[in-house]
């Protein structure tokens, strides 16, 4: 007896956590709609298209080539983010740079999104720290799949 | 040949036996002890500039050259010690303080002795204060190639070369001391057909091929043994190319052709019609099947050499040997000259047997021979006396097979048309692409050297079998597999065939 | 005589037509009911011209989907039971509807006009009758699919829902014999009266433990969460397996008219129908002392929204019981139904027939 008791109790104290939720909720919801705005809400969801929770500082969006003060990319096409790449996303066509200083750049540099599994091991592996993952870019989608193979070397 | 004296001495507490009169880099090396070393190479005379390569030897009291160091009976080295390695690491750090950190950008990174050696025996910090000198950073040199001073670490591998096997001497070391570099003497660019193995030999990235630069990078690369099909002499080469993913468009499937040692043929170098051989592999080449001219790709090469049966088939027997012609090339293995004799001289009884191949060139330098072709000694031993075609013997067939696409060079395009317009009905198996193609009934592509397993054998007499490097291209045979359909065609095969 | 027929006619029309709103509606009650609970926000996005009104329009959204979905027949299947299983089951449950009083008489035209569609001498019977015919629904539509998980779902649930039939049975026995009629529009009249002077005569005062079995009984007939062993739609394969489009919405759309016929029957049985305490045909009387005075078409319309708030009360709870509570076991809801609630059930017929007898 003393255990349907307890199971009866536990029953209902479940309804009450849900209802007191329920109430508690609808009391913030009806207080907002009322154009009273109060510091907690009534549903932690984030709406996303309208409002963006701003994202992390190590969160790995689209990539982006950093460029050197002139404008062009400061990769030097060593394709050590193609060897390391573990989706093999990445293409580099190396090309002769004028500038001996320079000398090697990227003619094609190339992210295939649809294979890129988006790691952040090109990020790292880079040895001039010319590729980043730092765009904030994150509507990726596209309707064809050749927009998802991404030209880093020219904008 | 007598067999060579031999020396006993112990290598890291090691007993290692050494042909006398060879040093001591060399001993280790074939007991399997690696001494570091950037000027030493075994196809040139010592120098000893490097100093990499000190070791211990018992009894002296300062270390010693490995590589100046001639073995002798009861030699004690050591390569272990703290000495030797501190001597390494300082060695290093010397080299490496005018050497540029331009690994990512370099073509030697992955295959670098000194990346290598800093790996094994450097990881110092730098301690180079003062700004890197700056030198010039791409002179070309001659024949394609590039040098860095900067990079360069002044082994003199290269004006060593130049001067010791080709005799030509372009390149020389300049200045002195601190501002010694490797340069050409005023105007006169390197150019020898053997320049190609400045690249190979230079044990930094100081000497770059415009060909292979900025390509790819030498970790990608596979390498596979092969023999080089560009001249009778059969240099051991290794084919290094990319196999699958990513192939971009334009992308090479074969980047480059080094050399193999070979101590039999050519030593450790190779000419650069060998390197070029890179662009016979991948340029072109026949990469659809045609009939009558016209690019058939659902045309394969078994309903070709079925067809060729065939025809051949059709022809009463008595006339079958008069009416067939069958024109061979150099490039065939000698497994599939052997095939061809039994196939077309031994069950056909055929006499028209052409060689049909590129013209002979000059030979140039200790490997260069002037035969433009690999396997002319295999086509004598399979029992064939190689003749160049003959239009009017061609023309008088009434089935003409035609192995490679050389006949062209020997008879004008206009000719050929002419000799082969209503008499023949052609079939031609090429690995390239050329005039006859048109002219074919059926042209199927084949395999090139590379792609085929086989012998061949060299002007000097010498069989050397060889294995396939790449992978032949879906629908490529090797002409092998033609020849045993064919036979098979012709109610000739008694089996055993192995498919070469 | 045509004026009978046009007033009953008018009568069950709008009677189905506030069931299949107020069933349109749950469908979003439930969505955003089930979100508030969890902190949610819930469906909001569907809108006509940009109005989104806290997607008030989604259950229509969900209504073109259902009917633009693919109706797929199994070729397999017995097609005309298929056909009829849904249909069978909207009918049965709709049906009972018609049994509820919604209010008391209202006078128009001289004529009085009870706001019931048909006051059955033997409501309670044919309420509980057609909820039981419901089986035929699932057991048909597990059958017809021809799908080895489909029949046994609808084996499990044709179990659970004769089990359960039998305690929810026993606990209107009670209520019966407190209330002796079988029409449930005396048995609200009874509830008007007032217990001890001061409490309003409803039967949950009266019946509190045939109130209990009865409530839990009537939430395994719904086979809704915390009972859905028949449908079972996140681990178990249920009855509608083989069901999509149209006829998959008919049956979901009767599992929302069950709530409702539920939240009508114990509103109706246990919470007074459509009585408002202390209140008469003339106005409020107070056992307290003082009376409000209101007019009769005051009291019509606020007996008819006691009702409506009373059954929207109860469909409140369950989507809370819903989406509180996690899936009884096969063994447990057997348990529950035979061991506690049956013999619960009969308890209570004793208890209330001593108490009858003695006083």
Redesign the interface.
């Known amino acids: 007896m003393g255990s349907a008791w307890t199971v009866i109790k536990e029953i209902l104290r479940g309804s009450a956590i849900t209802a007191r939720h329920f109430f508690v909720n609808m009391t913030f919801h009806t207080l907002r709609l009322f154009g009273l705005r109060t510091a907690r809400r009534g549903a932690v969801t984030v709406q996303y298209p309208e409002e963006a929770k701003p994202l992390g500082p190590r969160h790995r969006s689209l990539h982006r080539l950093r460029p050197r003060p002139d404008g062009r990319p400061s990769c030097v096409a060593c394709m050590l983010c193609v060897t390391v790449c573990p989706s093999e996303c990445l293409t580099v066509e190396a090309a002769e740079d004028p500038d001996p200083e320079v000398q090697k750049v990227p003619a094609r540099f190339v992210v295939d999104l649809n294979r890129c599994c988006f790691c952040g091991l090109c990020v790292e592996a880079c040895p001039v720290d010319a590729i980043r993952m730092d765009t904030g870019e994150i509507r990726l989608a596209a309707l064809d799949r050749k927009a998802l193979e991404v030209r880093l070397d020219k904008p | 040949m007598s067999a060579p004296k031999t020396v006993r001495l112990t290598i890291d507490g090691r007993a290692v036996e050494a042909d006398a009169g060879t040093n001591v880099l060399r001993a280790a090396e074939k007991a399997g002890i690696a001494i570091p070393h950037f000027c030493f190479h075994p196809g040139l005379d010592v120098e000893g500039s490097c100093r990499m390569c000190l070791v211990e030897i018992e009894g002296l009291p300062k270390l010693e050259l490995a590589c100046s160091t001639v073995v002798r009976e009861g030699l004690a080295v050591r390569t272990t010690t703290e000495r030797v390695r501190r001597a390494r690491r300082d060695v290093l750090e010397f080299l490496l303080a005018e050497h540029p950190l331009d690994?990512?950008?370099c073509d030697k990174?992955g295959e670098c002795r000194l990346q290598d050696y800093y790996d094994l025996h450097g990881r110092h910090p730098g301690r180079m204060l003062e700004p890197r000198e700056s030198r010039?950073?791409?002179v070309p040199i001659g024949r394609g190639l590039i040098l860095d001073r900067e990079r360069c670490v002044l082994c003199t591998r290269c004006v060593r070369f130049l001067r010791q096997v080709t005799g030509t001497g372009e390149l020389g070391v300049f200045e002195r001391a601190l501002r010694s570099e490797i340069g050409i003497f005023d105007g006169t660019p390197v150019d020898n057909r053997y320049a190609g193995n400045l690249v190979d030999i230079c044990p930094v990235g100081a000497i770059t091929s415009e060909d292979f630069?900025?390509?790819?990078?030498a970790?990608?690369l596979t390498r596979r043994p092969s023999i080089c099909p560009h001249c009778s002499r059969g240099c051991a080469v290794s084919v290094e190319s990319r196999a699958g993913?990513?192939l971009?468009e334009g992308e090479r499937r074969v980047y480059r052709i080094a050399a193999r040692e070979n101590p039999a043929v050519n030593g450790f170098w190779m000419c650069d019609l060998g390197r070029e051989g890179r662009r016979d592999i991948e340029a072109g080449r026949l990469s659809v099947p045609l009939r009558q001219g016209r690019p058939d790709p659902g045309l394969s090469w078994t309903e070709a050499a079925g067809e060729a049966a065939a025809a051949i088939g059709r022809i009463p027997a008595g006339e079958r040997g008069e009416k067939t012609a069958v024109v061979l090339n150099g490039r065939l293995t000698c497994e599939e000259l052997a095939r061809a004799r039994a196939s077309f001289v031994d069950g056909l009884g055929c006499r028209n047997i052409f060689f049909a191949d590129s013209r002979p060139g000059r030979a140039d330098g200790p490997l260069l021979t002037a035969e433009r072709t690999p396997n002319l000694r295999g086509a004598v031993a399979a029992g064939f006396s190689p003749r160049l075609p003959d239009l009017g013997e061609l023309a008088a067939a009434r089935v003409l097979l035609v192995f490679g696409s050389r006949l062209a060079e020997h008879h004008g395009g206009p000719e050929l048309a002419r000799a082969l317009s209503g008499g023949p009905r052609t079939f031609l198996f090429a690995a390239h692409a050329g005039p006859l193609d048109g002219l074919a009934e059926m042209a199927v592509p084949v395999a090139v050297p590379a792609e085929k397993s086989g012998t061949y054998i060299n002007i000097d007499g010498l069989a050397q079998a060889f294995d396939r490097s790449l992978e032949p291209a879906p629908g490529g045979p090797a002409e092998g597999a033609v020849l045993e359909a064919l036979a098979r065609g012709l109610g000739l095969d008694r089996g055993g065939g192995d498919g070469r | 005589m045509a004026a009978d027929v046009l007033i009953v006619l008018a009568k069950a029309v709008l009677a189905m037509t506030w069931t299949l709103l107020l069933a349109l509606f749950l469908t979003w009650v439930e969505r955003k009911e089930s979100a508030v609970m969890q902190d949610r926000i819930g469906a909001n996005r569907a809108s006509i011209f940009g109005l989104r009104l806290f997607g008030l329009f989604q259950p229509f959204a969900d209504a073109i989907k259902m009917f633009f979905k693919e109706d797929f027949v199994p070729s397999f299947a017995r097609k005309p039971l298929h056909w009829l299983a849904p249909a069978v089951s909207f009918f049965c449950v709709s049906v009972t509807m018609i049994a509820v009083p919604f209010g008391d008489a209202i006078r128009l035209f001289g004529r009085r006009i009870p706001l019931q569609v048909a006051d059955l001498d033997a409501a309670v019977l044919f309420v509980l009758a057609m909820l039981g015919l419901g089986v035929y629904g699932i057991l048909t539509g597990g059958w017809a699919s021809a799908n080895r998980f489909g029949l046994i779902g609808s084996l499990r649930g044709a179990a659970q829902l004769i089990s359960y039939e039998v305690a929810l049975g026993l606990s209107l026995v009670g209520l019966i014999m407190v209330f002796p009629s079988l029409r449930l529009s005396r048995i609200v009249e009874y509830q008007g009266g007032l217990l001890f002077g001061v409490l309003p005569k409803w039967g949950i005062f009266l019946q509190p433990l045939g109130f209990a079995v009865f409530f839990l009984a009537g939430l395994a007939e719904t086979k809704r969460v915390p009972f859905d062993l028949p449908e079972g739609e996140s681990e178990i394969i249920g009855f509608y397996t083989e069901y999509s489009g149209l006829k998959f919405g008919l049956f979901m759309f009767t599992d929302f008219l069950e709530v409702i016929v539920f939240a009508a029957l114990a509103a109706t049985l246990f919470f007074g129908g459509w009585q408002v305490p202390w209140l008469g045909d003339g106005g409020f009387v107070f056992p307290w002392g003082g009376r409000i005075a209101a007019a009769p078409w005051a009291v019509t319309v606020l007996r008819v929204l006691s009702f409506n708030l009373k059954v929207l009360f109860f469909c409140w709870l369950q989507i809370l019981v819903r989406w509180t509570y996690p899936r009884l076991r096969y063994d447990q809801v057997m348990d529950l139904g035979w061991k506690v609630l049956v013999p619960a059930g009969a308890f209570n017929i004793l208890a209330t027939g001593l108490v009858l007898a003695v006083r």
């Open positions: 690994c990512p950008i990174a010039a950073k791409k630069r900025f390509r790819t990078r970790w990608f993913y990513p971009a």
